[in-house]
């Protein structure tokens, strides 16, 4: 089965420049997740939803930080404007369930750089 | 706010020794997952615990959940190359959303 998809793997920008991320989950999963990871730290839940619904966006900065799911199926993370605060990687994960104990399956992530 | 702690941050281990990581929850815990990061590599899902004082092996691996489920440990018997990589813990947000809170994570080496 194929696993989660994500692009591009690397992005580098300037602060104050737009980026966007986009995510394919593992087909049929309802719940998908985006991640901020910063070096050195666990990954931070940024938004999630199920189906094409947000369900927790509680740590999304809002200011500069938007993600859709139209259809329920892929998704995009964008970010306008970047800080340098926002270098990370972000990890998309998908499950297949609903329940927070459902095993989530992580892309390869975008590592962003922001200078 | 919540808080899952993880000892230690780094551990170097030599190839054939045995490693343990901890994790310490500020709050009541309903499950908790275990998952595995590669350097340069994606979480990679391990196990989860339910039940107070649950352990679980896998080959080499032996997970336990505490009684008050408020802490878990991984711990790796003879210890390989393969097993280099970040451990996190990871439990349900106390917020009640349903979402997973990561734990600070141990980066773990072993030496050849």
């Known amino acids: 089965e194929a696993g989660v998809a994500q692009s591009p793997r690397y992005k580098i920008i300037e602060k104050r420049q737009s980026v966007a991320f986009w995510c394919n989950p593992i087909s049929g999963h309802a719940t998908l997740y985006w991640y901020q990871q910063i070096l050195g730290q666990g990954p931070k839940l940024l938004i999630q939803f199920q189906n094409n619904g947000v369900v927790d966006d509680s740590q999304l900065p809002k200011d500069r930080f938007s993600a859709e799911r139209l259809k329920g199926v892929d998704s995009t993370l964008k970010i306008q404007p970047a800080k340098l605060e926002d270098s990370a990687v972000y990890l998309c994960a998908s499950s297949a369930g609903t329940s927070v104990g459902n095993e989530q399956f992580f892309g390869p992530g975008t590592r962003l750089t922001v200078l | 706010g919540q808080q899952v702690m993880q000892i230690p941050q780094y551990q170097h281990v030599q190839e054939g020794e045995d490693f343990t990581t901890y994790c310490n929850s500020s709050t009541t815990l309903s499950n908790i997952q275990w998952y595995k990061q590669r350097p340069g590599g994606h979480p990679v899902f391990l196990i989860q615990?339910?039940?107070?004082?649950e352990v679980k092996k896998q080959k080499r691996l032996t997970f336990q959940f505490g009684e008050a489920k408020k802490n878990s440990s991984l711990h790796i018997t003879a210890t390989q190359t393969t097993d280099v990589g970040t451990y996190f813990c990871a439990g349900p947000d106390y917020s009640g959303a349903n979402n997973l809170f990561f734990g600070t994570g141990t980066r773990l080496t072993v030496i050849p």
């Open positions: 615990l339910v039940k107070s004082g």
